[in-house]
């Protein structure tokens, strides 16, 4: 089970935990002068954002099998978002519009912690030895530490202010008091607090195979924690958030696409065959072309509303397409892409009685 990492200690550090490095890498660079709040939020977009919106549909639209299985489905969903999106843009741009936006990125957010969850729950399952108690502590422990710090942030309506090109948007939050936000702090510091305790605990009573899924929790916490609570400009703290969900969501799709590959089970899915064959650059210049063409409207009519049109209508139906595709109760063969599961042993050979 590789010493309870997912795919290897080196795999799982440069796509899972140490990629955290690279959004606050931009982090750095923006802080310093290097780059402005609208060059990290165009950053993040092409070279995380929407690139990895793509793995999603290697996994569903472009897989023959699940179009034939979910394609109404998706053309509903997909029908569903131009109209919760375009029709507000148009008719109330000022009034329903912003609300109807601001809950997209409080689902995005939700989406985020969501992956976080799911990370756990792969990790346990390499890990082999959690109770069901243990692993649903563990999975309100990452409430705590990315929603509490949210609702901290929620004490200044400053800090919820998207400030970009010239404009400021606000995005909606009630505003909280002291006596609300400040108990809030004290819970979340000891939820790391009891978290950290539990730990030196299991250590110290001989529990192994820690590690793994104590690094991608320490990650977590990390990255919520400086992006939520320390990053004023919300632009940067959503970008440096929502990037390393990208690169581990990069990383895990990537190392599921490559066994599907290498088990030769690629037909009907061209994206996986570009993988099999090796011709990796198809790939990879197809996540990025996908990326500048959903961008493109809205960098090159900044100013009209319904240039975020592509962008928002992509993002929303990503969310749904991804809270189904990793469904291990629908799709069986998830646990053998991703090695959860050990291949079935051939079977044996039987004698002929002609």
Known sequence: MKNGFIVSARYDTLFFTGSLLVPLGLWAAFSIGWMTGVAVYATFQLAFN??????????????????AKNGRRYVIA??????????????????????????????????????HYGFQRLYERKLQ??????????????????????????????LMTIHAGGMSVWVKHPVLPPSVWMPIAALYGACIAAAIAHHVWMASRGRTGLLPRALHLGTVTIGFGLAV???????VAIAVVTAFHNLQYIGLVW?????????????GNPSVGWVRNGQL????????????????PRALFR??????LPITVVVALHYYVDARVWRFSDRPQLGRYLKLTRPAPPPKAVASTG
Not at 54 to 61: A, G, I, Y
Not at 131 to 155: H, M, N, Q, W
């Open 50 to 67: 929407l690139p990895h919106n793509f793995q999603t549909w290697t996994l569903s639209l472009l897989d023959e099998g699940d179009r």
């Open 78 to 115: 997909l029908a569903a978002c131009i109209l919760i999106f375009a029709v507000p843009m148009v008719l109330s741009p000022d009034g329903v519009y912003p609300w109807v936006r601001d809950a997209l990125i409080y689902w995005g957010y939700y989406h985020l912690v969501r992956q």
């Open 129 to 158: 030895n959690v109770t069901p108690l243990e692993s649903k502590l563990y999975g309100r422990y990452l409430d705590a530490v990315s929603y509490l710090p949210l609702l901290i942030r929620f004490r200044d309506p400053e």
């Open 229 to 235: 609570l320390v990053i004023r400009d919300l632009v």
């Open 255 to 267: 190392f599921h696409n490559r066994t599907r590959a290498e088990l030769g089970e690629t037909a």
């Open 281 to 296: 650059a198809y790939y990879a210049g197809a996540s990025i072309l996908y990326g500048l063409l959903i961008f493109a």
């Open 303 to 308: 100013h009209e509303r319904l240039a975020e």
